[in-house]
């Protein structure tokens, strides 16, 4: 089992910024790749971005590039989100997700159905 834990979540005006953190535990070595989705009110839940763990390949949805950066950090165990250039559709629960299996095609790091382990997931409200 892996646990994920996140945190960094919270309210910013549109224009701000906001880090995202997700710390992983238990059987950390069986990590393959992390990644971050967001599920907004009343609708489905929709891939951010990942990070290959070993190699640090990061993978984006097009609505982030540029405004968003995923990180790992592979001795503390955590992946972190940071956000840039806030909008308020960027308003969403955000959760951390980890995948054990390889990944041999890019798109599928946006598909959540790959992943193992989820966060409990952290809130995000960016006001106009």
């Known amino acids: 089992q892996v646990q994920l834990v996140e945190s960094g979540g919270g309210l910013v005006q549109a224009g701000d910024s906001l880090r995202l953190s997700c710390a992983a535990s238990g059987r950390t070595y069986a990590i393959n790749s992390m990644g971050w989705f967001r599920q907004a009110p009343g609708k489905e839940r929709e891939f951010v971005a990942a990070i290959a763990w070993n190699w640090g390949t990061t993978y984006y949805a097009d609505f982030v590039k540029g405004r968003f950066t995923i990180s790992r950090d592979k001795a503390e165990n955590t992946v972190s989100l940071q956000m840039n250039s806030l909008k308020p559709e960027d308003t969403a629960v955000y959760y951390c997700?980890?995948?054990?299996?390889?990944?041999?095609?890019?798109?599928?790091?946006?598909?959540?159905?790959?992943?193992?382990?989820w966060g409990q997931g952290t809130q995000d409200t960016v006001s106009s």
């Open positions: 997700a980890a995948k054990t299996r390889p990944t041999y095609i890019s798109r599928d790091y946006s598909r959540d159905v790959g992943y193992d382990y």
